[in-house]
């Protein structure tokens, strides 16, 4: 399974776009890069997720460079709502772990 | 609605007790997992299974054990041989080898004294 470094923090202010870096240096051709979330003391929610190509939908946009080495996870109108330990993920396509780490805390701030 | 329930969110044991931990699914989904996090850590997989009556250990399995009697149910028992048990468990269910979201329950947040 391939490793993923992120930041361990992150500030935001509320409103502005909140841009989450991952780098997966070491991913291979059939790995998914996967974005959960986890607000403090509940289980991980299901953000995004991509191969190759960009992806969009209602809570944030992901962006995978073209060598597939590193993402950014956008969420474009961070609320405080969104304060929260992100994690990505990278998955194969034929196994069902979930490997995480120790993710991003992102703070959003008034 | 469907989803994954995890049963109590709180849970309390005297030193040496086993105690099991309950994750229920209606998603219909083969995989189930189960995973530890410490405070101010990440997830880390203790066990998965992905069919009924049958289940791999992942990084963290010493002094945990599971069953898989049914598709939507996988319980996990924390023995006594597990040195650190106080720690937050989270359960997640997914579709078997599609690349889709996991589900994971509100977990269970289990304090041995």
């Known amino acids: 399974d391939a490793k993923t470094t992120q930041p361990t923090s992150m500030d935001c202010a509320e409103g502005r776009a909140a841009n989450l870096p991952c780098n997966h240096s070491?991913?291979?051709?059939?790995?998914?890069v996967y974005w959960y979330r986890q607000i403090h003391s509940q289980g991980p929610q299901y953000i995004i997720h991509?191969?190759?190509n960009n992806e969009t939908n209602e809570m944030a946009s992901l962006i995978i460079t073209e060598d597939r080495k590193s993402s950014t996870l956008i969420l474009p109108h961070a609320t405080l709502r969104d304060t929260a330990v992100y994690y990505c993920?990278?998955?194969?396509?034929?196994?069902?772990?979930?490997?995480f780490g120790t993710g991003t805390r992102l703070q959003v701030f008034p | 609605d469907g989803g994954i329930t995890q049963s109590p969110k709180y849970l309390f044991r005297k030193e040496g007790q086993n105690v099991t931990l309950s994750c229920e699914q209606n998603l219909n989904h083969d995989a189930m997992y189960w995973y530890r996090q410490d405070p101010g850590q990440g997830l880390r997989l203790i066990y998965y299974?992905?069919?009924?009556?049958?289940?791999q250990k992942g990084d963290i399995a010493e002094g945990y054990s599971v069953s898989r009697e049914k598709k939507e149910s996988f319980p996990l028992t924390v023995t006594s041989a597990q040195k650190n048990p106080t720690a937050f468990y989270l359960c997640?269910?997914?579709?078997?080898?599609?690349?889709?979201?996991?589900?994971f329950g509100q977990g269970t947040r289990l304090t041995v004294v």
């Open positions: 991509g191969l190759k």
């Open positions: 299974s992905q069919i009924v009556n049958d289940f």
């Open positions: 993920i990278v998955k194969g396509r034929n196994t069902d772990k979930l490997i």
């Open positions: 997640a269910s997914s579709i078997l080898l599609v690349n889709t979201e996991a589900f």
């Open positions: 070491t991913i291979s051709g059939n790995e998914y």
